[in-house]
């Protein structure tokens, strides 16, 4: 895959992303979810957590399997790969955590079958 074209498949992938309205409302979860969990409201499946966080480290750190600085663009692959990884897991997390927060939000401000105001 030359480099024109690898850009070109990645700029189609964001322009999707970004006429994707649900992809804003998973960002926004996700801070939503940060939020929530820091409070301990809300308990994330921590293999999903694990598996997200490790794909960032990855693609933050200095260490790769097909350096960029050797192969150009095609060290870019093994980076997007990983990417596409954890983000799947990010992508599941945050789902549920949107489904939590619809069947378990709702009652927040209801204690002992009072309305608390």
């Known amino acids: 895959?030359?480099?024109?074209?690898f850009f070109k498949v990645a700029g189609a992938a964001a322009m999707?992303?970004?006429?994707d309205k649900s992809f804003f409302d998973k960002v926004k979860a996700f801070f939503r979810m940060i939020a929530a969990f820091?409070?301990?409201?809300?308990k994330p499946e921590l293999s999903n957590l694990v598996f997200g966080?490790?794909?960032?480290?990855?693609?933050?750190?200095p260490i790769d399997i097909i350096p960029e600085a050797l192969f150009?663009?095609?060290g870019l692959i093994d980076d997007f790969g990983i990417l596409m990884f954890g983000m799947k897991y990010f992508?599941?997390?945050?789902?549920?955590?949107?489904q939590?927060?619809?069947?378990?939000?709702k009652y927040?401000?209801?204690e002992d079958a009072k309305i608390i105001k």
């Open 53 to 61: 966080f490790l794909a960032v480290v990855y693609i933050v750190s």
């Open 91 to 98: 992508n599941k997390e945050v789902i549920n955590f949107m």
């Open 38 to 42: 820091r409070k301990k409201q809300y």
């Open 100 to 105: 939590w927060e619809t069947n378990y939000t």
């Open 1 to 5: 895959m030359n480099k024109s074209k």
């Open 108 to 110: 927040d401000n209801v």
């Open 16 to 19: 999707k992303a970004q006429q």
């Open 72 to 74: 150009g663009p095609f």
